[in-house]
């Protein structure tokens, strides 16, 4: 990499953002290309986030990411916000408009969807419905995904009711029933199902593990993780051992980051194994 007075800059605010692999993501795809552009980490406290957001036109920066805890607070704060992210209630990306004005979007439904669709390309909307566990910031940009994929049917199971109660409100749609279960019915709620997505952070390094009994799945369906350290979650372990197609949660961060990538640098990029061996390698003893 060659720093000139022309380079493109981007980078990902978080708190802390040490942990991000979005450096890692996108200054593969800068050098894959070529491109006179740098990605970098910006630590900004939360109570520096609209004064960071607001210098980026006067820095010259692209754009950015954004991760925890940024991507609710940053909708009150850029000019713009496209109509989906406002309605999943959290943004991971600015782009610096020509006028210098800041356009937030959510790219997650983006990843989610391009990521099922590389890795489970059989997969149908009408396999049945599909299971969510959680109702975070992810379980919101997943839910959007699949009712844009026409999923009829979307059973979220989640430890807290209020939290799932919100998402259903929030993401009501015309065309696909959203139902609420008690996390006691993790495994009754599996029969019939075609799709089953971990949204928790259970099963991650260092957190308490997903306790789940796949039984009454049918073989057919698909089941993902968004967690992606291990790579191979318990959970799709699992999955594999009875047959299971498995999504694991590091494609859907890779996709995420190509329609930033895009509006930044200005070249479309693609996700390949080199890429996600590149960003793998960042993950070792990560957490
Ligand atoms: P994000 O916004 O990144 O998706 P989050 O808001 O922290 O993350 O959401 C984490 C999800 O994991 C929530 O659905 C949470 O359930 P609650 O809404 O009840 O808090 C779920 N979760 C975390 N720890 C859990 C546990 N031990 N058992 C069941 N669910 C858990």
Known sequence: MRITGRTRLAGIMGWPVTHSRSPALHNFWIDEHGIDGVYVPLP?????????????????????????????????????????????????????????????SNT?????????????????????????????GAARAIVAALIEMKVEEIRIVNRTRARVERVADD????????????????????REAGILV???????????????DLSQLPPSAVVADIVYVPLETPLLAAARQRGHLTVDGLGMLL??????????????????????????????GAR
């Open 44 to 104: 900004v406290p939360p109570e520096h986030l609209a004064q960071a957001l607001r210098a980026l036109p006067a820095l010259g920066f692209r754009g950015c990411n954004l991760t925890l805890p940024h991507k609710q607070a940053a909708l009150a704060i850029v000019d713009r916000v496209d109509p989906l992210a406002r309605r999943i209630g959290a943004m991971n990306t600015v782009v610096v408009a020509v006028d210098g004005s800041l356009e937030g």
């Open 198 to 212: 971990n949204t928790t952070s259970l099963g991650m390094t260092g957190e308490p593990a997903l306790d789940i």
């Open 255 to 284: 996709h995420q980051g190509r329609p930033g990538f895009q509006a930044w640098f200005g070249s479309p990029v693609r996700v390949t194994r080199e890429q996600r061996a590149a960003v793998l390698t960042t993950l070792t």
């Open 108 to 136: 997650d439904v983006f990843g989610f969807r391009e990521n099922l669709r590389e890795r489970a390309p059989d997969w149908k909307a009408s396999a049945g419905p599909a299971i969510i566990l959680g109702a975070g």
């Open 171 to 190: 993401l009501a749609s015309p065309t696909t029933r959203i139902t609420i279960h008690p996390w006691s019915e993790r495994d009754t709620v599996q």
